[in-house]
């Protein structure tokens, strides 16, 4: 439960901060106040391990020493000089050079997630050929609050509708087919329809994706989904967008988990894990796209704190420790643990209708039954309250719970955290029953 002094200030803070916050700080009330690895520390002294690394973001976990030294050694010598060259700005662009797919040669660098989706729809904008004026995108996608990101998948707020010019396609989600069929007697037909509706349009320049859909709930694609769609792409000249803010850094066991899928991608969107949840972001693209003359014009690619000296820190330290300690191979080791424990999980609870995910990336859909895959939002709150309070943290929207663990996790301590999930699960069980 949430402790006496974490009550106190929520009470304190609540009379000036707006509502608004995510599900899981507004239901979850705690105060935090350290993290190391994987271990918070709240208010009251009590420690949670944190199967959601921050908010998907901490890759290598709460504070790692090599992070906070070359945080703290930047802040001691420069913060800002708008998008100038800094001394380890280049010592980045090699780093991404190493770890990127050779043809993702050149880089700029943003602060947030939706600030490089942005950036990677104005180069769209100022490369498609005339008569190219829609954006293709997938249901249930996610891009960010930002409104050209919010347009791409349609999403309005309050009274206010702002039609966008994007045309949505089907999400490979087979738990909840959206045209009612059944892998792979289905011949993902979703798959068909995206290549029908967006691929093939002769007035569509770019198809904007997850490859695979986090804030939908870690939805991955079956075999032939992305084969199809990126082949169809290229063919008839549509440009192709990762957003991979969520995968991209080695959560899904490659550096981008468009590599998983076979997708060569034109323009990749990174953010989140790729500097250890420190606000910073990256487009990467082919030299064709961002290199061209309209894309590359004074300004494009410039903002008050893109390229910012502290975020380049963040970033080098973090893909160093992740290159020199081979924390991309460990995620595929400890994903295959996950995903075994938490198959236990769902063979044990009929509440887990379905667990899917990827390396470090799983998410666990909750229903009232099996049979009818009813959403259970208010089982999934109940688990993840339980969790609280016995010492886990996890993600949770909606009737979905997300895990996605530190790189650098110990083995014991992953496993530690499934078993309290499932102490949480018998909780909420039993008290049902």
């Known amino acids: 439960m949430t402790g006496p002094r974490q009550l106190a200030l929520l009470a304190q803070e609540s009379a000036h901060l707006a509502p608004g916050a ?26 949670y391990i944190d199967l ?27 913060w800002n000089v708008h998008d100038f060259a800094t001394a380890d700005r280049v010592e980045l662009c090699e780093l991404l050079a190493g770890l990127l797919p050779p043809e993702l040669d050149t880089y700029s660098f943003f602060s947030t997630g939706a600030e490089v989706v942005e950036a990677a729809l104005r180069a769209v904008q100022a490369v498609a050929e005339p008569g190219r004026n829609r954006i293709g995108a997938l249901r249930h ?62 007035n569509v ?49 490659a550096f981008l988990a468009s590599e998983r899928f076979g997708i060569e991608p034109d323009l990749v969107a990174l953010s989140k894990g790729l500097a250890s949840g420190f606000p910073f972001a990256a487009l990467a693209g082919r030299s064709s796209v961002l290199r061209h003359p309209q894309a590359g014009r004074a300004g494009s ?3 008050t704190y893109s390229n910012n000296p502290l975020g380049i820190a963040a ?42 995910g990827i390396g470090l990336l799983y998410g666990l859909e909750f229903v009232r039954s099996r049979t009818t895959r009813e959403p259970a939002p208010d089982v999934a709150r109940a688990v993840y309250l339980a969790a609280l309070d016995l010492g886990l943290r996890v993600s949770i929207g909606g009737h979905i719970i997300r895990l996605a663990p530190p790189f650098t996790i110990e083995r014991a301590l992953l496993e530690e955290g499934v078993s309290l999930l499932g102490r949480a699960l018998e909780r909420v069980t039993e008290a049902g029953r």
Not at 172 to 177: D, G
Request: proline fraction near 4%.
């Open 22 to 47: 995510s599900e899981e700080a507004a239901l979850g009330r705690r105060v935090f106040v350290s993290g190391s690895g994987a271990i918070l520390t709240d208010l009251d002294g009590n420690q």
């Open 52 to 78: 959601a690394a921050g908010t998907l973001t901490q890759s290598l976990g709460h504070c790692h020493p090599e992070v906070v030294t070359a945080l703290t050694e930047q802040a001691a010598r420069l």
């Open 141 to 202: 996608g996610f891009h960010g609050k930002t409104q050209g990101a919010r347009m791409l998948v349609h999403w309005d707020i309050g009274n206010q509708a702002f039609a966008g010019n994007s045309v949505l396609g089907y999400s490979p989600y087979c738990y909840r087919c959206p045209i009612e069929l059944q892998y792979p007697s289905c011949g993902v037909r979703c798959a068909s329809l995206v290549r029908k509706h967006i691929a093939e349009k002769p």
């Open 205 to 253: 320049s770019a198809l904007v994706f997850e490859p695979i859909l986090g804030a939908a709930g870690v939805i991955v694609p079956p075999p032939g989904y992305w084969e199809q769609i990126a082949d169809s792409c290229r063919e008839h000249g549509v440009l192709l967008v990762a957003d991979e803010v969520l995968t991209g850094g080695g959560r899904t066991g």
């Open 301 to 303: 690619t410039a903002s």
């Open 315 to 356: 970033a080098r330290a973090t893909l160093e420790v992740v290159t020199r300690d081979s924390l991309v191979e460990q995620v595929l080791t400890l994903g295959e643990l996950l995903d075994e424990r938490l198959a236990e999980l769902r063979r044990q609870f009929e509440v887990l209708g379905d667990v899917r």
